[in-house]
Nanobody, 124 residues
Framework: VQLQASGGGLVQAGGSLRLSCAAS????????IGWFRQAPGLEREFVAA???????YYADSVKGRFTISRDNAKNTVHLQMNSLRPEDTAVYYC???????????????????WGQGTLVTVSS
């Protein structure tokens, strides 16, 4: 599985960005896709995930501001980020796994496949 993240950029606080994760796999519809982020000097942290069923999961820090969605026909997952804050600044990564269990969905090391990351910078 190859993943390509895109859509990052520079935005002012309060603004919006839409990240995309395109996957090259015939089994995309069966993959759980997660978004993680990593700021300089910090560990990679969970942002959001969407199961093959369409169920979604969010970190408390982004709940109500970010929305994850998937388009199985286009093998793509989107992360709509609204009301961005300077603390959202990080490199954002998408990850995929076909068999991750629910209790591990927020754990980065449980995902088998990773994209290259896209930088999001939110200025104050």
């Amino acid at each position: 599985v190859q993943l390509q993240a895109s859509g990052g950029g520079l935005v002012q606080a309060g603004g919006s960005l839409r990240l995309s994760c395109a996957a090259s796999t015939r089994t995309f519809s069966r993959q759980t896709i997660g978004w993680f982020r990593q700021a300089p000097g910090l560990e990679r942290e969970f942002v959001a995930a969407i199961r093959y069923s369409g169920h979604t999961y969010y970190a408390d820090s982004v709940k109500g501001r970010f929305t994850i969605s998937r388009d199985n026909a286009k093998n793509t997952v989107h992360l709509q980020m609204n009301s961005l804050r300077p603390e959202d600044t990080a490199v954002y990564y998408c990850a995929a796994d076909p068999s991750i269990i629910l209790s591990s969905i927020r754990v980065a090391r449980q995902y088998d496949y990773w994209g290259q990351g896209t930088l999001v910078t939110v200025s104050s």
